[in-house]
């Protein structure tokens, strides 16, 4: 079967894909009337034999043909099931959206009777739903769903494909969008808008201007949210657009719940800012996927002593003066003491991984004060940490709340109120000292920053292999003993590897795509994956290994995708060479 | 579908409701007594917009003899024409027994009414019962078809029976002398606006063929049906009244129309503003089948009612509410 839709770039279950019918669809867009043909409902024919005649009569469309469809209860089960059918061009089936039912193949899913979902929980069900029972590489279209209010909603939830129908429609029914919601046009003092249809409003309401003034609103709002997409914002711009209504709040709150369809879609890394602005930013993947690997990849070095220092404004938390202030006052006992910092929402961040995303860019207002959610998961982190890595002496160098709050937890330490004033580092410099009489000297502080970031990315003892054999340091670069290139932290706090390195890492069997007997050049495509580690995000270090080739890439999208998907890149491939 | 009545405070010798009325009578208005019996209920009772079920009751014979007592001390002799419906089907030896109905016979024949009409389900219109009727008195026998499709009518209303079912009722009906009414729903849940206009046009102009009179039913949210839970969330809208002129128009001789609960958010609608005006025209239409009544109607909403109609055929099945 010939494929139509082709995903380009993911941000979470948001996309950036291209359809293509007699235009090409750059999604996520509009699905315009001229751009698909309809057989319709069964309920226009005499019979289902009828309808399904109907939909065989629509073969040879370049446009995107919908076959006849049941239309849909959406909390009763289907009335009649069709038999698969099959078209010669991009074919677009409609799901009945509530339903648990493997569809048949389609280019084009249609939600059906979209536009009744409007309940926060039956969308969020309803989008997950189809888009666990379809495959990635197929796009999902709501129809007479979109405002300009819940787009940016829509689209994160995964939705490719709106169209203008609501806006238009609610035109005829005196309701006037903007991205703030809707309004009863009679009820309007003045109009917010100074667009020229809204200009061109006088006392009478006139729906066709009405109807311009709402679909332009729609179409600036999908641009804004492409925009947010290219830029790697949008999660933070949904944040902020749902306040919109309880409703789409609700959504989003509902959609955070469902931790395993996100979880599977969210990069590794973006180049954005992470702004933690809200209380559903503590929800967020990057947020439990940064702790839980801190908790369960992370190994902390033998270090007798661990100093517990806040975050800083500036990130890394190193180039900040607070930081500086601190290191210089600890001075030469940095080589016998372990620094964790301690920030929300990212909980704890190892000095060794400030660079990773999101610590080295993330962004939170910072106020002092720590609510009770943010300090409950700072001390449920902080507390499973020291069951697994244990220190003979801890200093706290923390100020205000944020010592009360880890003062709260018993934790035994010697607490020296925080601070960067004079008299604050010289308490500072006096406990660590006092701390690290008799301590062991650490390694090479470099070396364990290589041996943290392997095992954040690639697993518990990816480090130790990867160091293993006289591994030093030349530059930004790990070498081996034959001065050889292993791997390199990225100015962006990622690690790429060189194929010395993902040798040495690939007997491990994680992050591993296995590919067909063939040598791919420049970007891995995804029909040529035979096999890849679920557990592989976008943004991903892979070590691509098939009969004929051996290399290392970024992953493009998530393994299980690579496996499912019949069309885009899988990987840019950075490094590969031939096998005998 | 809905649940039966709670029938603690239900007095079994009290019809449902009895009203007086006007009625067309072979083409000129007449006065008119409509009685609603309370029996057991339709049998059937699956129909997805229906909730008469819930009027039903476990009444005796003698409950519904009383009854009929009761509402035949309204009647005088300027009611020309008796309806006696059951919210079910009148020939339903079930609902009512065959010496209740017989008793009724009578006694209509004896006050001298000219027409009885009565509603049943096909197959309960067996030559026995019909020539009992028409031994009695010039019966009319009122079919709930709802629509000339059988897909429609099975897959979108689930009312159990075919259009040959009905073609059969009505054979038999008219082999016996007497009269068919058929019922035409106007519109069916998960038929768009567009699609039940069209329903309902084309099965007026099947059934025509069939039937002396044709009854246009505006579909309303009756509680506790099917119909009501896919309306409370916006999966379901009434429909317009401009719907239902369309239909009454194009519609092949006699057709009548009872719009009823029009104007409310429950039964057919259009902006507020005209519905007045336009269930008034409808009402007086069934009397006078002067279609230039609603010539004169116009309103703003007209535009948005042809617009709607447009975008709906791209919600894929959702309604604009």
């Known amino acids: 079967m010939t494929r139509y839709f082709e995903v380009l770039r993911r941000d979470g279950p948001a996309r950036v894909g291209r359809l293509l019918l007699e235009r090409t669809v750059s999604t996520p867009d509009f699905l315009a009337p001229e751009d698909y043909i309809s057989a319709g409902s069964i309920f226009s024919y005499g019979s289902v034999e009828e309808a399904l005649a109907a939909g065989e009569a629509l073969k040879g469309q370049q446009k995107l043909t919908i076959l006849p469809y049941v239309p849909a209860a959406l909390h009763y089960p289907a009335i009649i099931t069709l038999p698969d059918m099959e078209t010669d061009g991009p074919k677009g089936v409609v799901l009945h959206p509530l339903s648990e039912e493997r569809p048949e193949e389609a280019d084009v899913y249609v939600m059906g009777s979209a536009g009744a979902l409007k309940n926060p929980r039956d969308l969020v069900k309803a989008v997950i739903g189809c888009k666990n029972r379809t495959r990635s590489d197929s796009a999902l279209y709501a129809p007479a769903l979109a405002t300009p209010a819940n787009l940016a909603l829509l689209i994160y939830l995964g939705i490719d494909l709106v169209d203008r129908t609501r806006v238009i429609a609610d035109a005829y029914l005196g309701r006037y969008h903007t991205r703030d919601g809707v309004w009863e046009v009679g009820a309007l003092p003045e109009l917010p808008c100074r667009c020229p249809h809204c200009l061109a409003l006088d006392d009478r309401i006139d729906p066709e201007k009405i109807a311009a003034h709402n679909v332009l609103k729609l179409e600036e709002e999908l641009r804004i949210v492409r925009l947010m997409i290219e830029s790697g914002t949008l999660r933070e711009y949904v944040e902020r657009q749902v306040r919109v209504t309880p409703d789409q709040t609700a959504a989003l709150r509902l959609l955070d719940q469902e931790h395993c369809y996100l979880e599977a879609r969210t990069p590794q890394h973006r180049s954005s800012a992470f702004l933690a602005n809200t209380a559903e930013s503590l929800q967020r993947v990057e947020v439990t996927r940064f702790g839980q690997r801190v908790l369960e990849r992370y190994r902390a070095p033998n270090s007798d002593v661990l100093l517990l220092l806040p975050c800083s404004a500036r990130k890394p938390y190193s180039t900040s003066r607070s930081h500086r202030l601190f290191a210089e006052a600890i001075g030469q006992h940095r080589r016998y003491l372990h620094e964790l910092i301690l920030t929300s929402p990212l909980a704890l961040v190892p000095r060794e991984l400030e660079e990773v995303y999101p610590a080295a860019s993330y962004d939170v207002p910072v106020t002092g004060r720590w609510d009770r959610e943010e300090r409950a998961w700072l001390l449920d982190c902080l507390a499973a940490y020291l069951k697994k890595n244990k220190y003979a002496r801890i200093v706290a160098h923390l100020e205000g709340e944020l010592e009360d709050t880890v003062r709260s937890s018993g934790l035994d330490a010697a607490f020296t109120g925080g601070g960067t004033r004079e008299d604050s580092l010289e308490k500072l410099a006096r406990a660590v000292r006092e701390a690290c009489r008799d301590a062991v000297r650490l390694k090479e502080g470099r070396l364990q920053r290589y041996r943290a970031v392997a095992d954040f990315y690639f697993g518990e003892g990816a480090g130790d292999a990867l160091l293993s054999n006289d591994a030093h340091i030349k530059g930004r670069e790990l070498q081996n003993e034959d001065k050889k290139a292993l791997a390199m932290i990225t100015p962006n706090g990622t690690m790429a590897l060189s194929i010395e390195g993902a040798r040495r890492l690939a007997d491990r069997g994680s992050y591993i795509v296995t590919i067909g007997d063939f040598l791919p050049r420049g970007s891995l495509l995804a029909p040529g994956v035979v096999e890849a580690d679920p557990q592989i995000r976008p943004g991903d270090e892979v070590i691509i290994q098939g009969p004929r080739a051996f290399g290392v890439g970024r992953a493009k999208m998530s393994g299980w995708e690579m496996v499912e998907s019949r069309r885009g890149v899988a990987a840019d491939i950075r490094k590969i060479v031939g096998k005998e | ?321």
């Not at chain 2, 197959?123 to 026995?128: A, G, L, R």
């Not at chain 2, 719907?243 to 902006?271: F, Q, Y």
Request: proline share 5%; with cysteine; aromatic share 6%.
């Open chain 2, 1 to 321: 579908m809905a649940k039966m009545a709670k029938q603690r405070d239900l007095d079994l010798s009290r019809p449902v409701a009895v009203w007086k009325s006007q009625d067309l009578l072979d083409d000129e208005p007449a006065g008119s007594l409509t009685v609603i019996l309370r029996t057991r209920g339709c049998r059937y009772n699956r129909c997805l917009m229906c909730g008469y079920a819930s009027e039903g009751a476990p009444a005796t014979e003698e409950n519904l003899l009383a009854q009929f007592e009761r509402a035949m001390q309204k009647f005088s002799s300027q009611d020309q024409m008796v309806k006696i419906y059951t919210s079910g089907s009148f020939l339903d030896p079930a609902e009512v027994p065959p010496q209740v109905r017989e008793k009724i016979l009578r006694a209509l024949q004896e006050r001298g009414v000219r027409r009885l009409v009565i509603e049943s389900r096909p197959e309960y219109i067996v030559p026995s019962a019909v020539t009992e009727c028409l031994s009695n008195i010039d019966t009319e026998f009122a079919i709930g078809l709802e629509s000339s499709n059988d897909l429609v009518r099975e897959k979108a209303i689930r009312k159990g029976f075919s259009w040959q079912d009905f073609v059969q009722a009505s054979k038999t009906v008219h082999d016996l002398g007497g009269r068919i009414k058929a019922y035409i729903l106007l519109k069916p849940p998960h038929l768009s606006e567009k699609e039940a206009v069209q329903d309902a046009v084309s099965s007026a102009r099947m059934a025509a063929n069939y039937a002396e009179i044709l009854s246009l039913n505006l579909c309303n949210v009756q509680r506790g049906t099917y119909v009501e839970r896919l309306w409370e969330r916006g999966e379901f809208r009434p429909p317009w009244l401009w719907s239902a002129l369309e239909v009454l128009k194009s519609a092949p001789g006699t057709i009548v129309c009872d719009p009823v609960g029009a104007g409310s958010r429950r039964g057919p609608h259009n902006c507020g503003r005209c519905d007045a005006a336009v269930a008034d025209a409808i009402r007086k239409h069934a009397l006078s089948q002067d279609r230039n009544l609603f010539e004169e109607l116009e309103c703003d909403c007209q535009v948005t009612w042809r617009k709607l109609q447009d975008l709906e055929e791209r919600t894929f099945g959702s309604p604009i509410v």
